[in-house]
């Protein structure tokens, strides 16, 4: 029946819950923390760099509903699971040990550039900083609400990339593809404890992450994305938002990500009937156009790219 496609669960109100946010010290981690702290949550944010933490806490504490809200920041590495494990702990301790009701888990990184120019520590840190950074904190969060019996919400963030992979990302696509599986499987699992996943894919997303990323974006990258659109954080927050208001599993909130998660969207379920067929028809049209033209530009792209690496002394040795 349709209605199985499009049927939403009630919208969900923050007031009150405690919601924690990784990556909440800047970008989209920090917008989306101000969003729900403006909606009357109590809100923890944990990231690495505690000057940016403290900055980001006063701009909670700015939009703060009521005096009772518990607003806090927390300093650890979420790359491991015991980082991941005692920040999740410390931040519940506030709330006398009970678990977190929502958890957006909005920290990771990236680090564009050639595959064969990327050495142990590059492939690595690329996985640790896009599903090893949000895997591990999941893991903690659905087995403290499982044995809490407590229901709750788990987002994970993900980019369009998740969908797709384009040169200069060799690093960071295999995590985003990743974590999208993490998703798609604990979808299903967690059902069985009242848990509800979701996960966000964005497009480019205008924030210190991202300017950092063009110190090591090849040319040819810059090339295909000259045209994308850059959504602010404050954007993306809030298309996250309404994402979850109406139920969404995948949430996307541009034409680009639409057409992507209609166009790769396997047995994950229908968001709305009408609307995925519609941009699922353009994407069926539109993907392998785009595609076509990509690679084009990678091929026009070889000479170029043999003497950037031949400036690197790629050619001249084996190590």
């Known amino acids: 029946m349709v ?5 939403k669960k009630p919208r969900w109100d923050p007031t009150g819950s405690h919601c924690y946010v990784t990556g909440g010290s800047a970008g989209l981690g920090l917008s989306v923390a101000i969003l729900l702290a403006r909606l009357g949550a109590d809100v923890s944010i944990v990231a690495r760099n505690e000057a940016n933490l403290a900055s980001a806490l006063e701009a909670l504490e700015a939009v703060r ?13 979420l790359n491991t699971l015991e980082g991941a494990r005692a920040a999740y702990d410390a931040a519940c301790a506030a709330h006398g040990g009970k678990p977190a009701d929502a958890v957006f888990l909005c920290a990771g990184a990236s680090k564009p550039g050639f595959w064969v120019e990327a ?9 640790d900083m896009t599903y090893w950074v949000s895997a591990w904190t999941a893991r903690v969060a659905a087995e403290r609400m499982a044995r809490a019996r407590q229901p709750g919400k788990i987002v994970f963030v993900g ?28 979808r299903q699992e967690l059902m069985l404890y009242g848990i509800s996943v979701h996960m966000f894919f964005p497009a480019s997303i205008r924030s210190p992450g991202f300017e950092n990323e063009t110190k090591t974006k090849p040319k040819i990258t810059l ?6 659109p850059i959504a602010s954080p404050d954007e993306c927050a809030r298309g996250l938002w309404e994402g979850l208001q109406r139920g969404d599993f995948h949430i996307t909130s ?15 379920p229908w968001n709305a009937f009408g609307r995925d067929l519609f941009y699922g028809l353009i994407g069926f049209i ?34």
């Open 3 to 7: 209605w199985s496609f499009v049927h």
């Open 65 to 77: 509903m009521s005096p009772n809200q518990i607003l806090r920041s927390y300093s650890f590495a």
């Open 119 to 127: 050495d142990e520590d590059d492939i690595k840190q690329g996985m």
């Open 159 to 186: 980019s369009v990339l998740s969908y797709a992979g384009i040169i200069g990302y060799s690093t960071y696509c295999p995590g985003k593809h990743a974590l999208r599986g993490l998703a798609e499987t604990l």
């Open 223 to 228: 090339k295909i994305e000259e045209s994308d």
């Open 254 to 268: 541009t034409f680009n990500g639409e057409i992507f998660r209609t166009s790769t969207r396997g047995a994950t």
């Open 286 to 319: 539109g993907l392998p156009l785009w595609r076509q033209d990509v690679d084009k530009m990678v091929r026009k792209h070889k000479t170029e790219h043999e003497e950037y690496l031949s400036s690197r002394g790629f050619f001249a040795s084996l190590s």
